[in-house]
């Protein structure tokens, strides 16, 4: 049997990370593949609020999940939120997105977070089976509000 190590992801991972980040956002947006942008992974494993946990098998980087730590108002606790999970094609349905959750779960009771907020985009490439095997529906919707940007200058 394989087995599937999780780890928190830091800078030096950068250049793992990237790959797989322009393949996830294939999978979303579903046009021409990406090519893999280290700085923007850089740039990810540097930010002030988001953490990052990979999946590796053999050493290999395979998959991973970009998550949140915040504050509950409603009950001054804290809670997680996962917004992104992903694992490579080629590894999938060995158990290593329930492995990056389970890792979160972990997580989540080592800081005393009363719950995991799992985001899922309503139109995924693929049905959300294991979103419905480990989750149940939070009794909340979540909105989008448009931020108007400045045009950037093309030079």
Do not use: C
């Not at 294991?130 to 529906?137: H, R």
């Amino acid at each position: 049997m394989t087995t599937i190590a999780i780890e928190k992801l830091a800078l030096a991972d950068a250049r793992e990370l990237a790959p797989l980040i322009a393949a996830y956002v294939q999978d979303m947006k579903r046009g021409a593949p990406r090519r893999p942008d280290e700085y923007y992974a850089e740039m990810l494993l540097t930010d002030r609020a988001a953490e990052l946990l990979g999946a590796r098998i053999e050493g290999r980087l395979v998959g991973f999940a970009v998550f949140y730590d915040l504050p509950d108002a409603m009950t001054g606790m804290r809670l997680g939120q996962l917004d992104h999970i992903f694992v490579i094609h080629e590894e999938r349905n060995r158990g290593i997105a329930r492995g990056l959750i389970d890792a979160l779960k972990q997580e989540g009771r080592r800081r005393g977070w009363l719950s995991l907020r799992w985001t899922v985009p309503a139109k995924t490439p693929s049905p959300p089976r294991l979103v419905e095997a480990l989750a149940v529906p939070a009794p909340s919707k979540s909105f989008l509000i448009e931020i108007e940007r400045a045009p950037t200058v093309q030079g």
